[in-house]
């Protein structure tokens, strides 16, 4: 199912949602979803222009599933008057690789 930006971002705005979630959250699990490294840190920093192509390896979860997720993460950024092409640089994760 695809999502409409434009009916998330004033869903948000309505439920008032903006003051209560981090956006560092969903930038994690942007991150995740896009199987980290340098595709997954510009899905969760710059989500308006990050794309996947043929290049890159088998992300975890579909590309529609990750479609959403970057859509998510635009729309709550301009709910919150953040812009989505630069967004704060995501949390760090010291010492939670596999060991």
Not at 35 to 44: E, F, P, Q, V
Not at 46 to 53: M, T
Request: glycine letters at 6%; charged letters at 25%.
């Amino acid at each position: 199912m695809k999502l409409d930006k434009d009916a998330l971002k004033a869903q948000f705005r309505f439920q008032k949602v903006t003051q209560e979630w981090d956006i560092r959250t969903l930038q994690t699990v942007a991150f995740v979803a896009a199987g980290g490294g340098l595709i997954g840190r510009m899905y969760a920093e710059q989500p308006a222009v990050a794309y996947r192509d043929s290049r890159a390896g088998k992300a975890p979860y579909r590309d529609q599933d990750l479609e959403n997720i970057r859509v998510t993460l635009v729309a709550l950024a301009e709910a919150q008057d953040l812009d989505p092409h630069n967004l704060p640089a995501m949390p760090r994760f010291p010492n939670c690789g596999v060991f």
